[in-house]
Structures are given as C-alpha cells and as structure tokens.
C-alpha cells in the first residue's frame, strides 16, 4: 500500500492523459494489472521489470501517448522513491548498525527472555501498535523488520506468525488514527472532532488488530510456511564480539526517531500555528528524514563504539547496510510508477464518477467508494482524500460522533486488498522474501480483514452512539 504525505497528493490532481471511456479504463486497468502478474508469476522476470512493462501496456491499452505514459511512470517512480528510498537507506543502515554492533542480540534476547511461546505474537503487535502511532508506515516497517527476522530467527517460530502480527499494528494506526496524513485530511474534509476520532480511532483500533494480527497470523502461517531470509538477516554477529551495547541504550536508540516524530505530532496538535517557533522547530527535527538521520548519527555512539568499532569499520558497515536494499528500492519506485499511472489514465476519477449514482447509506458507501479507489490506485492516502471530499455533503447533517465514524470507516476502506499496484506491497514481499502468491495469501488477506474488520466494527457502533 503506497502511504503519500499530503503534500504529494499535490502532483496527483492533474488532468488525465487520455480521454478513453469507462469500459477501456477498466479494461486497461485489468490488463496492466494481468501484464504484471504474468510477467512475474508465469516468465519469472524480475519485478522491477515487471512493473514498468506493466505500465507501458496499462498506458497503451488506455490509449495514452507512450511519452506521457514513460513521464507518468517515471513521475511516480521518482516521487516514491523520493518520499520512501531515503527513509529506507537509513532505516537500512540502522538496522546494520543494530545488528553488527550487537544491539539487536540484546534487544531479541530480552524479547525472548520475557515473551516467549504464545505471547511472542501479541508482544509483537503491541510493540507495532505503539511504534506505529506516530511513523508513517514505511518508517515503521523500516525500524521494526529487522527486529521481526531475528526474532523469528533466533527463537524458531514461523516468519508470519511474528511478521503478521507487526505489520498489522502499523497499518491499523496509519489507516485509523491521527495524527497519519490520511485521518487528518479526512477529518478536515468532513469537518470531524480530532479527539472524538482519536478516542474512536483507537477504539476500534484494538479489536481490528487483534484479529488481524496475532488471530490471523495463525492461518497465515499454516498458508505460508517460511524462514526468515537469510539475505536479509546477517549472522549472529555479538558472537564475536567481546562486548556489545546495554538493553537500554539500544532501545533507546531505536525509540529516538520515535520520540521526536511523535513529539512533532504532539505540537502540531497542541500548537496547531504554522509559523510559531516552536513548531517550526518541531516540523524540522520531528521530520522521518531527520528523525531517522539523527538516529543513525547517535547510534554511532551509542551502539557501535561501545561495540568496538573504529573509523574505518564503520563507514564500511554503512556501505554493506546499503547493498541489499538496491533491489527493494527499484521495486517499491516501480510500483509507485505504475500507480501514478494509473491516475494520470483517470482510473481514480473514473471511479468517483461511477460511484456517484450509488444508493446506499453514507457510511457503507463511504467504504466503498475508498474500497474501489484503493483497488484502482495502490494509494490508501488517495483513497482517504478521493473518497473524504465525495462525501462530505453528507457530514453536514450528522452528531459529531457519526462525523468521526465516517472519517474512520473511510480509513478502513482505504485499506482493502494491497496488490501489485502498492509499493508497501512490493516493500513486504522484498523484505520477508515471499513469491508473489504468498504475498497475496498473507499481506494481501490481512490488509482485507483489516478493511472489512474496521469497517463492520465502525457500522455496529454508528447504531449504539
């Protein structure tokens, strides 16, 4: 699932390069989506290849001008990997960091020492859940990953009996709770309460997770039986270590970025002035980019000298934290590409305007409207927008708690089914090493029962409040 910042968004609302009908969209859209799936599934070619032959062919039965097909494609790879590349080369070199130093020895030791067996799932998802309230979701995914491998590593349990339950917290507080890009913009739209919406956010949060999270990941690992890959995971490096880092600065270290993100939340809530100081200041070092930079610089001191290491060792654990990532960044840049194509063909508009003649109530046609947006572009932040300012009107006459179930219920819409339009989808099937069909049978599910769990939990309590 592509998570945008808003100010992304921007480059989305341009006109459509080509005026074909609703039936060649559609058509296009599904064979653009069959290209993609063939390539990868069928010729076993190389994803990022894929995904831009996919693009072409979504561009050419559309009927766009292959110039503006190539610009659309390499708009939105640019901008993804803009948004997302940077915070995955240094949520990268963290993790090396976290890893070579011995710091994520300790950290996985402790986890292990006190959550063991069953509970190891639920400590999971708690830890995601409150890492996730602040992080856009690559962020989290970014900080929490390599933590999820070595753990499921070192105490021999199933990849997605642990992963599962992870990716669940940080996707359920990113499509739910401010203060993500996504809520926010909805609750302005429609004109909700923040704190009403928060308070509800969360409470249909926990539930959501639960299901989708350590309850699910149960099948999902019935489904898909597989290791932790070793490519992504380095050998147990404290091993050879004479010393490594204390629980508490390491944790420390990973919580930084955390803190100060969150801190910015906090202000710009708190705050809510652009051009006061003190949220200025906040927005800069409150930054993911910052956020994560700062916690690199500071894991310099904190985990790899009291490790031992010197000058030289450390600027070549920075380039080896680089190199496996080179193919994760191609990939996640191309599925952003062919999202951006897909908008720029219309296919978004296209949908606002078939379901504008739907007779349904206003909370399950908010859902679906961000259902069948989500399923045409990749983008859960454009599925929130899109389907927020389409319903709107309806907000005028509703209390204020319905207000906040509609900004909720179209979050949970903007959800539904993560494929091969969706950079996140391409983010997790890299790093966990699936095939594509064992992407769909677990990221893919979750993502579902996520959307329909949050949904139908929001509807039961537009009847009670």
Not at 56 to 65: E, I, R
Request: neutral net charge; hydrophobic residues 55%; contains cysteine.
């Amino acid at each position: 699932m592509t998570r945008l910042s808003v100010e992304t968004l921007a480059a989305d609302a341009v006109e459509p390069i080509t005026s074909a009908g609703h039936a060649q969209l559609g058509t296009a859209v599904l064979a653009g989506i069959a290209v993609i799936v063939l390539l990868i599934t069928v010729f076993k070619l190389h994803a990022f290849l894929a995904l831009t032959i996919g693009s072409l062919a979504l561009g050419a039965f559309a009927g766009a001008p292959l110039d503006k097909t190539i610009a659309s494609f390499t708009t939105g790879l640019g901008a993804t990997v803009a948004g997302v590349g940077v915070l995955i080369a240094l949520g990268a070199i963290l993790g090396k960091m976290l890893a070579d130093s011995g710091g994520a020895d300790q950290i996985v030791d402790t986890i292990l020492a006190r959550a063991g067996g069953r509970s190891m799932p639920w400590a999971m998802v708690l830890i995601a859940s409150v890492i996730g309230l602040p992080l856009f979701f690559e962020v989290g995914v970014v900080l929490l990953i390599p933590v999820v491998l070595m753990v499921a590593k070192r105490g021999n349990y199933s990849l997605m009996r642990i992963g599962i339950p992870a990716l669940a917290g940080l996707s359920v507080m990113h499509g739910l709770v401010p203060p993500h890009p996504g809520p926010l913009v909805a609750i302005d739209a429609v004109g909700a309460n923040l704190g009403v919406t928060l308070a509800l956010g969360v409470l249909v949060a926990i539930p959501t997770v639960v299901v989708a999270g350590p309850l699910f990941s149960r099948v999902a690992a019935r489904w898909v039986d597989v290791p932790a890959p070793e490519r992504m995971i380095p050998q147990r490096p404290s091993e050879d270590l004479e010393k490594r880092p204390g629980f508490g600065a390491t944790l420390a270290t990973i919580l930084l970025p955390v803190v100060l993100m969150l801190s910015k939340a906090l202000v710009d809530i708190v705050v809510d002035d652009p051009e006061h100081t003190v949220q200025r200041v906040f927005d800069v070092v409150g930054s993911p980019l910052i956020a994560l930079l700062t916690a690199v610089l500071v894991g310099i001191f904190t985990l790899l000298r009291p490790a031992g290491f010197a000058k030289d060792r450390i600027s070549g654990l920075v380039e080896k934290g680089l190199a496996p990532i080179a193919g994760i960044l191609l990939i996640v840049g191309a599925g952003g590409g062919f999202k951006q194509t897909l908008i720029d063909c219309g296919v978004g508009r296209m949908v606002l305007e078939i379901s504008e003649d739907w007779s349904v109530p206003a909370l399950l046609l908010a859902w679906l409207i961000a259902v069948a947006i989500r399923l045409a572009t990749g983008s859960a932040t454009v599925a929130t927008i899109s389907a927020a300012g389409l319903v709107a009107p309806l907000a005028a006459d509703m209390s204020t708690t319905h207000t906040a179930l509609l900004v909720l219920v179209i979050g949970a819409g903007s959800l539904f089914f993560s494929h091969v339009n969706d950079a996140g989808f391409w983010l997790v099937k890299e790093y966990f090493g699936l095939t594509v069909g064992q992407n769909v049978k677990t990221w893919s599910v979750m993502e579902t029962i996520i959307s329909v769990v949050a949904g139908g939990l929001v509807m039961l309590l537009s009847l009670v409040i």
